[in-house]
C-alpha cells in the first residue's frame, strides 16, 4: 500500500481538522494509506506518528485545533534533523509529505522540496499574511471572533463613556484588525504596516466625542508601531526565536488616555481569535485545499502549495509562498480611514 504523510505546524487555527479529513478521505480513493505525523516536523523527524483513517477522522469537521498537535520545530535548526527526518521518511516508505502551516512550515517545506523530499503545501494561518493565496483558512474565523467581540465592546464602552481601545492579532500585517474593525465599526484601526501618530488617533476621538459621542473602539495590531518611536510592544523570544509581542494596546491606552483626559480600558484578545470551532468559508477551504494536496501528490507536481484564486484552487510554486509576507495594501488602510473618527 502506498503512503503519505501530514503534518500541522506552526500556530495552529481553525480549518486544519478539515483539511486532515479531506486528505485521509481523498487519499483513500487511491487507496493510500495516511500517517499523520505528531507536533508538525518534530513528528517526522523523531518518526512519531499515527495511522489516520475514516473512523480517525469521523467528526472532527467542526474542532477548531488539529487532532495532530502542533510545534514551530524547524528541521533545519538542529544538526542531524533533517538526516533523521528524511529517514523516516525512507523508513516507512512515505511517497510524499503534506506540510500544513504558515510562513515558517511552508519556508522549511521549500528548503525540504530543494533537498528532494516530495512536499505539498497547505497554507493556514488566522494572520492571513502568506503571499500567493487570496485567503488562508483560519482567518474567516479569526475576523468573525475579533468582529463579535468589538461588538460586545461598543455596548459596554458605550455605557460607561469609554474609549476601549482592542489589541488584536497580527505582528507583521494587519489584516485582522482592519478587517475585524471594519465589519465591528471600529472608530481608529491601527496596523503594524502605518506607523501609528498618537496625535492624530487623539484628534479622531476629541473630534467624535465634541460630536456627541461619548464613546469610542479603537482596534489595534499587536505588531503597531508608533512614529517616531518604532516598536512599542513588549518584544520577547519564545523558545524557537519568535518575536512575542504584547502591550501596544496597553501603551496606546494609557497614552489615549493621558492625552484626550478621556477614560480607557484596554482589552487583549489574544489566542480566544484561534480557538474553536472554524466557520463555514474555513471548513469548505479547509476541505477544498485537502483534496488538491492529494490531487497535487497524484500528479507528482511537489514543491507546490495549494492556494485560492478567486474562486478556484491552483497550485503555486512553495517559493512564492514564502518568499515575502501579503501584507495590507496602502489603498485599502485609506479605504478604512473614510470610517475613523
Ligand atoms: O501567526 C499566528 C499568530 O496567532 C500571530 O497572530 C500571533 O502573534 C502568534 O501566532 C502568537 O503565537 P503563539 O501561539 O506562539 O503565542
Redesign the pocket.
Known amino acids: 500500500m502506498e503512503r503519505i504523510g501530514i503534518l500541522t505546524g506552526?500556530?495552529?487555527?481553525p480549518g486544519l481538522n478539515p483539511v486532515i479529513r479531506a486528505v485521509v478521505k481523498r487519499a483513500s480513493i487511491e487507496s493510500w494509506q495516511v500517517l499523520g505525523f505528531r507536533n508538525g516536523w518534530r513528528g517526522v523527524v523523531e518518526g512519531e506518528f499515527i495511522v489516520l483513517d475514516d473512523q480517525s477522522v469521523s467528526g472532527i469537521l467542526p474542532k477548531g485545533g488539529t487532532i495532530l498537535g502542533t510545534s514551530?520545530t524547524n528541521p533545519f535548526k538542529k544538526s542531524g534533523d533533517l538526516e533523521k527526518l528524511k529517514s523516516t521518511m525512507t523508513k516507512h516508505e512515505i511517497k510524499a509529505l503534506i506540510a500544513i502551516g504558515?510562513e515558517d512550515t511552508l519556508g522549511a517545506a521549500n528548503k525540504l522540496s530543494k533537498e528532494g523530499v516530495a512536499v505539498v503545501g497547505v497554507p493556514k494561518?488566522?494572520?492571513n499574511?502568506l503571499n500567493a493565496t487570496d485567503y488562508t483558512f483560519g482567518y474567516d474565523t479569526?475576523i468573525n471572533i475579533a468582529m463579535e467581540c468589538i461588538d460586545r465592546l461598543h455596548t459596554t464602552a458605550e455605557s460607561h463613556n469609554r474609549v476601549i481601545v482592542v489589541e488584536i492579532?497580527?505582528?507583521h500585517a494587519g489584516w485582522?484588525a482592519l478587517e475585524s474593525g471594519l465589519a465591528g465599526g471600529a472608530d481608529v484601526i491601527l496596523i503594524p504596516e502605518v506607523p501609528v501618530d498618537i496625535d492624530k488617533v487623539c484628534a479622531l476621538i476629541k473630534k467624535r466625542h465634541s460630536r456627541g459621542k461619548t464613546f469610542s473602539i479603537v482596534a489595534v495590531a499587536?505588531?503597531a508601531v508608533l512614529k517616531d518611536q518604532g516598536v512599542v510592544a513588549e518584544q520577547k523570544l519564545?523558545q524557537f526565536g519568535?518575536?512575542?509581542?504584547g502591550g501596544v494596546g496597553q501603551v496606546i491606552g494609557e497614552l489615549i488616555e493621558k492625552k484626550t483626559g478621556f477614560e480607557t480600558r484596554v482589552t487583549v484578545l489574544?489566542?480566544i481569535?484561534?480557538g474553536g470551532s472554524p466557520t463555514a468559508f474555513d471548513r469548505v477551504l479547509g476541505t477544498r485545499f485537502g483534496v488538491k494536496a492529494v490531487e497535487l501528490v497524484k500528479e507528482g507536481k511537489f514543491g507546490n502549495m495549494v492556494s485560492l484564486q478567486g474562486r478556484n484552487i491552483v497550485a503555486v510554486p512553495l517559493e512564492a509562498a514564502v518568499d515575502k509576507l501579503k501584507t495590507v495594501p496602502v489603498d485599502y488602510y485609506q479605504l478604512a480611514e473614510i470610517f475613523f473618527g
Open positions: 506552526g500556530g495552529d487555527c514551530r504558515g494561518t488566522i494572520d499574511d479569526a492579532m497580527g505582528r485582522i499587536e505588531g519564545d519568535h518575536v512575542r509581542l489574544g489566542h481569535q484561534r
